[in-house]
């Protein structure tokens, strides 16, 4: 073994396609549902939200689809991202355990979600979409999105969670400088904001509320369309670049994954970064893996919801798909990591973890900026909060190596940088931080709220 630290790769080995799992999992994914009829939706129900392209990857079962090259030009901006190797994080842990993370924060915006936003716009602007309408949680997708649209000419307008728009001004100004318009939801610019508001003038917001905003305003306007950050079978597949690359980086190194950490909101890093490695599992190409989603202990969605239909949104305007929720009523608590806060998860993520191939844990808010810190501290990266239940995930795995006296290669995936979530540093450094109980009556007040079959 030599002593590397980074694996860097090429602007030619930027992957040429997307993989698709749909592809590979043994059983079709359960069909998603129109939110009136409860029957099969079509992709003519879909089309006032999204472009054609985009609605024929949500249900392609293709293997590879093809990167086009205006987006893998964009792409070169920042990818391939760096595969790193802990040395520092391992030698500090005293661990037998081989760490290697996956570092997304290289791109602009900070994170891995212009991986999505970059294909999104461009596929709009090529079916001649003018504007872009999304909702934002921490303001990661939002700041992605609104340079993705920036890039192609498009407008971007911006429905941001409104406890994150008061603790993150500079991620809003970060949209504002690529152009977009933000608005803090609820609003009261569309019918279901004001019927929010009405309800509860003080809401400190919820992703699922910011979407319903943002599909009313898109499904409103003939020129406009709905883009979504996260959950969505196209979103997962535009991340898929991530694994891909760690696949390379891996050999680059002469080692394999045994365990895959990635922290899950609603999916698509967790599923950027396992996807590809889950697709040789499921061909029988390998063992032995092991897939770890983390999620926070106030938003368990796969440990303590249910795996049933549901709406994406808390005004039902979305389809209902088959995930593990919390029920579209849940308002979780304005903890940190707000990307983590949401009640659903991605269907495919959701199916993986029901069919055995990944497994999911929860951290809570102290353990996950205990782990920032100690990272920080060894490598010198500050991961955002959302990450931080990430490392704190490998940190267990890497403790358990110890403890057990073997070397296992664990995969870890840095979805992002914490520039901008210092405050939440300080914060947990000044002793300020809580761990959120579980809202368990809450849950079940949401979940008996679940749409019945
Ligand atoms: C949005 C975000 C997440 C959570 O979203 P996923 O779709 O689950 O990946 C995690 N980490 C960072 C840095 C994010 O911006």
């Known amino acids: 073994m030599n002593n590397q630290v980074k694996f860097l790769l090429q602007e030619s080995d930027i992957p040429q396609t997307w993989y698709n799992i749909a592809a590979d999992l043994h059983q079709a994914p359960a069909p998603v549902l129109h939110p009136g009829t409860h029957q099969p939706i079509t992709p003519a129900d879909l089309a006032p939200l999204f472009p054609e392209a985009i609605i024929a990857q949500e249900v392609s079962r293709e293997r590879h689809i093809a990167i086009p090259e205006p987006v893998r030009d964009i792409y070169k901006q920042w990818r391939p991202s760096p595969l790193f190797r802990a040395r520092r994080l391992e030698r500090a842990l005293d661990t037998p355990a081989r760490i290697y993370y996956k570092y997304e924060g290289v791109s602009p915006a900070g994170s891995h979600k212009p991986n999505s936003a970059i294909a999104q716009a461009y596929y709009n602007k090529v079916e001649g979409v003018k504007l872009l309408v999304t909702e934002t949680g921490a303001g990661q997708w939002g700041s992605s999105l609104a340079m993705a649209c920036n890039f192609f000419g498009l407008a971007c307008k911006i429905f941001m969670v409104r406890v994150s728009y008061n603790q993150k001004p500079y991620r809003r100004a970060l949209m504002e400088t690529f152009g977009a ?4 939801s609820p609003s009261n610019e569309t019918a279901v904001g004001c019927a929010m508001l009405s309800k509860d003038p003080d809401s400190s917001g919820s992703l699922g509320m910011a979407i319903s905003e943002a599909v009313e305003i898109a499904a409103q306007n003939p020129d406009a369309k709905y883009a979504l950050g996260s959950v969505l079978n196209h979103v997962l597949l535009h991340q898929t670049v991530i694994g891909q690359e760690a696949l ?28 590809p490695f889950i697709g040789q599992v499921l061909r029988g190409e390998r063992t032995g893996l092991r897939v770890v989603a983390v999620e926070p202990a106030a938003c368990p969605s796969i440990t303590r ?3 049933a239909y549901d709406y994406g949104d808390t ?18 608590p304005g903890f940190h990591a707000g990307g983590l806060r949401y009640h659903g998860m991605a269907p495919l993520v959701s199916q993986v973890v029901a069919e055995g191939l990944a497994e999911a844990t929860t951290v809570a808010q102290l353990e996950s900026f205990t782990a920032g810190v100690q990272f920080a501290r060894a490598e010198g990266i500050v991961p955002a909060p959302e990450a931080n239940h990430a490392v704190a995930g490998a940190i267990r795995e890497a403790l358990r190596c110890k403890e057990e006296g073997v070397s296992r290669s664990i995969l870890v995936n840095i979805s992002g940088h914490g520039h901008f979530d210092m405050q939440a540093y300080t914060d947990f450094m000044a002793g300020k931080l809580t761990n959120y109980e579980y809202p368990a009556e809450e849950i079940a007040m949401a979940l008996a709220g679940l749409p019945k079959f």
């Open 181 to 184: 318009t933000v608005s803090a």
């Open 248 to 275: 390379k980086q891996l050999e680059m190194a002469g080692d394999t994954a045994d365990v895959i950490v990635a922290c899950t909101g609603g999916g698509s890093n967790f599923a950027g970064i396992a996807f």
């Open 305 to 307: 919801g249910h795996y």
């Open 315 to 332: 005004a039902h305007l979305t389809p209902l798909t088959k995930m593990h929720t919390l029920g579209s009523t849940f308002v979780p």
